[in-house]
């Protein structure tokens, strides 16, 4: 325990606010959330009516341009998206001498910094032309990682496919097994990734925030987001919660034994896929999700167990007087991973799924923070607890 008066008297006054619950680090005109009803605008817009009518790339304009495109914008931003598609030669070696059983995430967040060095010719000027390369770019090399890791050969995007459709194609075709375009998967990627598009200041999203408040380029804050999306509590939640599921079918665990792990305290077991930091009721993606979970399970006629063992968690979960007082919900983890299956996404390419996603929220929150005149570095302070003062000691005397 600290005494917190000698710490006034020492050090004037610090807010101390564990994982920042209550810290407003930035002003943003981008997300609007309200955790208590349930809401998520991006530039006002409400996320149910984008998922209904938007396709990802509008939505990625939208975040980082603050208007929906005019169909002349929206035109531009696909030519220059398919120009850009296509990464330098020499970052296959990169690719090739990852160990084969590697992470995606870790692959992608060390070849994000490895792509500036790749077109030093490029000035910085046109920074506009740095967000198309990262988003057409981080597409391309998810794809490639994935093939990678299986030691297939690389599929190039293709010009006359969309964002989505490009990107499922570079994943799954083959000469002996053309891939074939099915529209409602690629509608439910596009889905998928405007759900996931901005979150205002959550963990990866400050990281991007903090790396750039010191002036440290784009590629070096994108970087940093991928990596705090890794972590099982964030973006790497999706992973953990169909690796969750499987594990409950393997070793047959009743739905009730489940639900009282995660409510004993003394067990580190969390239910993932549950709870958030700001919803406090049910997260409005997770709705939205479960909707297109069913809708691409019944089109594609797969029976996938973890979703009837999903929904019967869920059902337990929120009546259970322990879920209930927490304020725990379903939050868009929870059914996503089901969805990517049916994609037939390997679970760990999930968060890289995620990190594609959210790669326009982060270069517009990394926008806007460089146009604010009001942001300074990121410097919190702290709340000393160690030794006041100790003697330095000799090393023969220690
Ligand atoms: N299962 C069981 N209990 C939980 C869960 C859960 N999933 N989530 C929170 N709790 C409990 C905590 O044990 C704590 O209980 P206590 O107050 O009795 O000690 C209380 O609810 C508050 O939990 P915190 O960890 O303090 O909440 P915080 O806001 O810091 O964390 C988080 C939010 C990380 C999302 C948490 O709910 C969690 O770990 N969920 C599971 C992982 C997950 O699904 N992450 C994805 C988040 S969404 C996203 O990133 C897209």
Excluded at 230 to 245: S, Y
Excluded at 373 to 398: A, V, W
Aim: hydrophobic content about 40%; charged content about 25%.
């Amino acid at each position: 325990a600290f005494d917190i008066t000698s710490l006034r008297q020492k050090t004037g006054y610090i807010t101390y606010d564990p994982g920042f619950g209550n810290t407003g680090s930035c002003a943003s005109a981008i997300t609007f959330m309200d955790g208590e009803r349930g809401i998520l605008r991006y530039r006002g817009i409400p996320i149910e009516d984008l998922a209904e009518n938007a396709t990802f790339i509008e939505t990625a304009y939208l975040l980082i341009n603050g208007h929906l495109p005019t169909l002349n914008e929206l035109n531009r931003t696909r030519v220059l998206l398919n120009d850009f598609s296509l990464i330098h030669e020499s970052m296959q070696v990169f690719f090739q001498n990852f160990p084969r059983a590697s992470h995606p995430m870790g692959i992608l967040s060390g070849m994000i910094m490895a792509l500036r060095s790749f077109y030093p010719d490029m000035g910085e000027e046109d920074i506009n032309i740095h967000f198309l390369y990262l988003l057409s770019k981080v597409r391309t090399m998810a794809a490639m990682s994935y093939r990678m890791s299986r030691g297939e050969k690389v599929v190039y995007p293709r010009h006359d496919l969309s964002y989505c459709a490009n990107f499922l194609n570079m994943m799954f075709d083959s000469p002996v097994h053309p891939y074939i375009v099915d529209e409602d998967l690629v509608r439910a990627l596009n889905v998928f990734l405007i759900l996931h598009a901005d979150h205002e200041q959550n963990c990866s999203t400050s990281a991007v925030r903090v790396v750039g408040s010191s002036k440290a380029p784009l590629y070096a804050s994108i970087a940093a987001g991928v990596s705090a999306l890794w972590g099982p509590l964030h973006g790497g939640a999706n992973q953990a919660v169909i690796e969750m599921l499987e594990k409950i079918l393997k070793e047959g665990a009743t739905i009730d034994e489940v639900i009282r792990r995660a409510k004993d305290r003394k067990d580190p077991f969390r239910l993932m896929g549950f709870g958030h930091r700001v919803y406090k009721t049910y997260d409005p993606r997770a709705k939205i999700i479960k909707k297109m979970c069913d809708k691409i399970l019944e089109k594609l006629k797969i029976e996938d167990p973890l979703l009837d063992i999903a929904k019967k968690l869920e059902e337990v979960a929120l009546t259970d007087p322990y879920f209930v007082d927490h304020n725990l919900y379903p939050n868009v983890d929870f059914y996503s991973g089901i969805v990517l299956r049916a994609m037939r996404i390997p679970t760990n390419m999930f968060p890289v799924m995620f990190a594609i996603g959210r790669l326009p929220g982060w270069i517009a929150q990394w926008k806007e923070s460089m146009e604010d005149p009001s942001q300074r570095i990121s410097r919190p302070r702290q709340i000393y607890t160690g030794l006041p003062q100790n003697p330095f000691q000799d090393i023969m005397e220690r």
